[in-house]
């Protein structure tokens, strides 16, 4: 029902402010994203997100942005070093010679969280020129979609298997916010359309789950590419 209400508030924008819209965009980002404050030993995983972007027209150096976009936040987990129980060398440690009993040498998690954005913010353009150079600073309200693990599995004999579940953590807040600040460069292509590349950060305005001790927050780091087609005057 949010999902619906949010994609309705989108279009219906478009719809009222279309005569003086100024240029819709549509982009796809790599990212590199992790979460703050970790309990747990988690590495930072490379991930995605696309969208489309609506910039409505004003007379002075800035102009109202609004978007709608997928996101992917990723983490992951690696261990290629298993040790087992029946390695145990006797005195403490573990033997890594000794026969561990075990096929599995290696496992590999990474979690991708999916979320629904809608960046609403302004671009300020430093320079209005030919190529246009421009800050935006934007407040994301977001909905979690769902989660997904994949875990893959090496083993000793065996060929590798990969595995994948949607079980997850059930706290992760349905409805929460993204800060976002970016900095990028509009170069023409033609007389209506323009090249867009655009580096960004967001992290998230509350924490992603609703009873997290260690208040995590995800994050994200990556640059925006894609295309913007003039619709004005």
């Known amino acids: 029902m949010k999902i619906a209400f949010f994609t309705l508030l989108f279009f219906t924008s478009f719809i009222v402010y279309s ?68 390695q145990h060398n006797g005195q403490g440690g573990s033997d890594p010679t000794l026969p561990s009993g075990e096929g599995i040498t290696g496992i590999t998690f990474k979690n991708h969280y999916y979320f629904l954005e809608m960046p609403i913010g302004i671009k300020y353009r430093l320079l209005n020129k030919k190529i246009k150079l421009f800050v935006e600073p934007t407040v994301n309200p977001t909905i979690f979609l769902t989660h997904r693990n994949d875990i893959a599995k090496k083993y000793e004999e065996d060929p590798d298997e990969l595995e994948i579940s949607s079980d997850g953590y059930s706290s992760i807040r349905k409805f929460n916010f993204f800060g976002e600040i970016g900095m990028g460069v509009k170069a023409p292509l033609g007389e209506r359309l323009a090249l867009l590349i655009r580096p960004s950060a967001r992290v998230q305005l509350f924490s992603a789950a609703k009873d997290s001790v260690s208040k995590s927050k995800f994050y994200s780091m990556g640059v925006k590419l894609g295309v913007v087609y003039s619709v004005g005057n």
């Open 19 to 86: 005569q003086n819209a100024n240029s819709v965009e549509i982009y796809a980002s790599p990212n590199y994203t992790n979460y703050t404050n970790k309990l747990v030993n988690d590495d930072g995983a490379i991930s995605y997100n696309f969208g489309v972007g609506y910039n409505f027209l004003t007379e002075k150096e800035w102009n109202w942005t609004i978007g709608l976009r997928f996101a992917d936040f990723a983490t992951k987990y690696s261990n290629n070093n298993l040790r087992w129980g029946t």
